[in-house]
């Protein structure tokens, strides 16, 4: 793709343009300024991880757009983290960009908006980038959960949506002092999906952006509590109608019985037959 039509990409489709450059042996970056000299070292040498179509070439320094990461071709890391890491999930998200038909590299058109081709060809070509893509987004996660520090961690304890929490921390071992100092004390055998304090362990999920965050990862886990608390109340009143249900009807029968005894013999019954 030519400078002029990448710069085009860029206004357009910010992110078409950041998924196709970090498929480009020598990524331009978000400023389209970098070249290849940018990833080679004082020697000329290539600067890269990984060989064949798996080469994927980094900055010889780091730079603004990217905060200080040689790793993400220019681009953010916090953009890229988001992104998956799997070749074959990576090959799902670029074969579905479009682009303009005159930038495109596929004549591919079926199921794309009018004037717009499928960027990338199926096939050698796709395979081949994907896993170009897939190795940055991994070096790009590395670099970001060596170099960032406030990050989100998720305190696993139990299978699904209601067993784990999310802290901000700036480590492992400080996020599960955030558990321990201040969640830790409320879980215990009685809670749905808690499997006990020994099996609770610590993963690293992604960078911390804002303390909002948190209201919105752990809402999952809230709205499926309030959903088993109140369904645990309901159960509760249903027992406690049948409870006293029950308890009145033993007590009927009791009293009859009672009446039966205190009567038997006194005539009564005789001259109810008479």
Known sequence: MKVRDYKNLLISNKRAAMLFDLTERFPRGPTSRLRADDY??????????????????????????????????GWCPYDIFELPDSEWNVESILAEIQVATDVAMSEKTWGCEEGNARLFKSGA?????????????????????ENIGTAVYKIAFGWGVDGCVFVHADNEQGAKKQWELFMASAFNEDCAGFRGHESVHVEYVKPATTPLELMGLNAPFQQKYREQVEAKRQRII?????????????????IYAVNMVATWGTGDEENADA
């Open 238 to 254: 249903k027992l406690q109608k049948e409870i006293e249900a029950m308890d009145v009807a033993e007590q009927i029968v009791n």
């Open 125 to 145: 070509q796709l395979t081949r980038r994907a896993r170009r893509l897939a190795k940055r987004v991994r070096e790009a996660k590395k670099w970001v959960q």
């Open 40 to 73: 080679k070292n004082e020697d000329g040498q290539l600067l890269s991880k990984g060989w064949g179509s798996n080469e994927a070439p980094y900055l010889n320094r780091g730079v603004e757009s990217a905060k200080g990461s040689p790793m993400t071709g």
